[in-house]
């Protein structure tokens, strides 16, 4: 079982709509959580990142929350635009490792016309 | 300033022979970090290395896999022998400090490694 689990794994909406992601995690002791956007064929791009003392955190039309009771953290895209069709990838990092990143495997974002 | 860059962005070997990946860390940044993709799931972290140092190889394959970051040039990650089950994209990674608390690794468009 992955110690990052997103959900849903792959999602379509209309254009201008909102929606939201979300990530579980089991990774302990937790040090800090990510949320990278990857277009196909390209490297991870950060978009937010927050300790466990952080609840939220806004990056343009991206905002990411964490309940680090629960383990859990959702990415919400307002306004959603054609480019942000990606995947959108969660990442934890664990205490005392901070050279070592877990991964989701992402949640794939289609938006169409 | 040029973001991460990896070459080749696309490689194509048969099997039993070496593959050579690149990676030039931006500018500023001495840490470097390789990431291994394979088809449908999650990057997995593989080596971290600072200037002419390895911190951190427990994600690296104990045989035919090796990774330098040498004092001038390219970090290179180097797998002897390929075999079909290495094909994954490789990222590389970059950041000025150590990565601790929020400091932000910057990745490369990665290398697509294919084993014929």
């Known amino acids: 079982k992955n110690q990052v689990e997103q959900s849903p794994q792959s999602l379509i909406i209309l254009e201008g709509k909102n929606c939201t992601l979300q990530?579980?995690?089991?990774?302990?002791?937790?040090?800090?959580l990510r949320w990278y956007k990857q277009d196909t064929g390209r490297g991870p791009v950060s978009l937010t990142i927050?300790?466990?003392?952080?609840n939220t955190k806004s990056n343009g039309r991206y905002t990411a929350t964490l309940d680090a009771d629960t383990k859990q953290s959702s990415l919400h895209i307002t306004a959603s635009q054609l480019s942000d069709s990606a995947s959108y990838i969660c990442?934890?990092?664990?205490?005392?490792?901070?050279?070592?990143?877990?991964f989701g495997t992402g949640t794939r974002l289609q938006v169409t016309l | 300033n040029a973001g991460v860059m990896q070459n080749p962005r696309h490689l194509v070997r048969r099997r039993g022979q070496e593959a050579r990946l690149r990676c030039s860390p931006m500018?500023?940044?001495?840490?470097v970090y390789w990431y291994r993709q394979l088809p449908e799931e999650g990057l997995k972290f593989m080596v971290y290395l600072q200037k002419e140092n390895i911190i951190d190889e427990s994600g690296m394959p104990k045989e035919r896999f090796s990774a330098e970051f040498p004092k001038e040039g390219p970090s290179i990650l180097r797998i002897q022998q390929v075999v079909r089950g290495d094909s994954a994209a490789y990222f590389c990674?970059?950041?000025?400090?150590?990565?601790?608390?929020?400091?932000?690794?910057?990745f490369g468009p990665g290398t697509r490694l294919t084993v014929l």
């Open positions: 990442v934890v990092s664990l205490t005392g490792t901070a050279s070592k990143l877990t």
């Open positions: 990674a970059s950041s000025p400090l150590d990565d601790v608390g929020t400091d932000t690794q910057y």
């Open positions: 990530c579980n995690y089991t990774v302990s002791p937790f040090s800090n």
């Open positions: 927050m300790t466990f003392s952080e």
């Open positions: 500018k500023g940044h001495s840490h």
